[in-house]
């Protein structure tokens, strides 16, 4: 059974930083693309980092970069989001997403085969 579950969200004034993990259990983790969406409330689910099997590659939507890093650890089948200036409009819930086909970062939530359940992430102004 594949499992993702993340932690680390939390509260955080604007500006501030959080950092998500995402463990994966039941799969060859070096093997899966891995991603990171966010839903806010009223919104639909909308892509905000991939990186690639080896993590050479990565994937960052337009909104994120330059403030967000992805990264994993595949000797610890871990995959983070270091999410730094931290605005209100990144308020959503964070899933993490695998995809065992992708050799690259895709950012298409309809290609990852595996979800997590989500932290809630909460930016105050």
């Known amino acids: 059974q594949v499992l993702l579950v993340e932690s680390g969200g939390g509260l955080v004034q604007a500006g501030g930083s959080l950092r998500l993990s995402c463990a994966a259990s039941?799969?060859?983790?070096?093997?899966?693309?891995m991603g990171w969406f966010r839903r806010a409330p009223g919104k639909e689910r909308e892509f905000v980092a991939a990186?690639?099997?080896?993590?050479?590659?990565?994937n960052y939507a337009d909104s994120v970069k330059g403030r967000f890093t992805i990264s994993r650890d595949n000797a610890k089948s871990t995959v983070q989001l270091q999410m730094n200036s931290l605005k209100p409009e990144d308020t959503a819930v964070y899933y993490c997403?695998?995809?065992?086909?992708?050799?690259?970062?895709?950012?298409?939530?309809?290609?990852?085969?595996?979800w997590g359940q989500g932290t809630q992430v909460t930016v105050s102004s």
């Open positions: 997403a695998a995809d065992r086909a992708s050799s690259i970062a895709p950012s298409t939530a309809r290609v990852y085969d595996y």
């Open positions: 039941g799969l060859t983790f070096s093997t899966f693309a």
């Open positions: 990186i690639s099997r080896t993590g050479n590659t990565k």
